[in-house]
């Protein structure tokens, strides 16, 4: 079992561009979870993503999107990049469920110059 | 709202040591509450859990955790601390009334176990 796979690992991007990140699940998981870590922070909860919807949002502008594929993969899009959008972006999966613990990639780094 | 606080930045104790890393939370209803540990340039690995039932809960490496729903705390606690657990600790939790599907993390607190 390959766990929560994300991509890119490192990435650097200009202000205002765009970019999508990539995250595929732990098998058997079907819903799936974005944070965003600063440095020196714990990670806040994007949005999560169930059943190809947005089941529920954390405080994050519009210009952060997502996606969720019918085999359960998702993707993170943010939109006119922000310095301060500077952050490990952490990708999540688990099963149905409010108890089930959540099984995190190993981030994507993106650096907005 | 969900809120978590790790009033420590940083927790020194030597290996061998029993070491605490203290949680709080505040939500509007039941909380499902949970640990994870990051180590350096990786995600985060779930250590334990607490749904419901008995307020010690047990985890992985050796490490334990009491819910304490009159203090609104819960701690995480090893009776023996190893070099190896030297790490950064995130707690985490999860408001049952709003369904349960948004996890707050706490800042983290970093944990130094000195040989």
């Known amino acids: 079992d390959a766990g929560v796979t994300q991509s890119p690992t490192h990435l650097i991007k200009t202000r205002g561009q765009q970019v999508t990140l990539r995250c595929s699940p732990k098998s058997g998981h079907d819903t799936v979870s974005w944070y965003q870590q600063a440095l020196g922070q714990g990670p806040q909860f994007i949005f999560q993503y169930y059943e190809e919807e947005e089941r529920q949002r954390g405080n994050f502008p519009d210009r952060f999107s997502g996606h969720q594929f019918p085999n359960y993969s998702s993707e993170l899009n943010v939109n006119a990049l922000l310095l301060g959008d500077s952050a490990l972006y952490l990708c999540?999966?688990?099963?149905?469920?409010?108890?089930?613990?959540?099984?995190f990639g190993q981030g994507t780094r993106l650096t907005v110059v | 709202a969900q809120s978590v606080a790790q009033p420590e930045d940083q927790v020194n104790v030597a290996e061998g040591n029993p070491l605490t890393v203290k949680c709080t939370y505040s939500v509007s209803g039941n909380p499902y509450l949970f640990w994870y540990v990051q180590y350096p340039n990786r995600g985060l690995q779930f250590l334990l859990k607490?749904?419901?039932?008995?307020?010690l809960v047990k985890g992985s490496y050796g490490f334990e955790a009491e819910f304490n729903k009159s203090q609104t705390s819960f701690h995480l606690k090893k009776p023996s601390a190893l070099v190896s657990d030297s790490a950064l600790y995130f707690c985490a939790v999860r408001d049952i009334h709003t369904g349960g599907f948004k996890t707050i993390f706490g800042a983290g607190t970093r944990l130094f176990v000195k040989a």
């Open positions: 607490y749904i419901t039932g008995d307020n």
């Open positions: 999540a999966s688990s099963p149905t469920g409010g108890g089930t613990e959540a099984f």
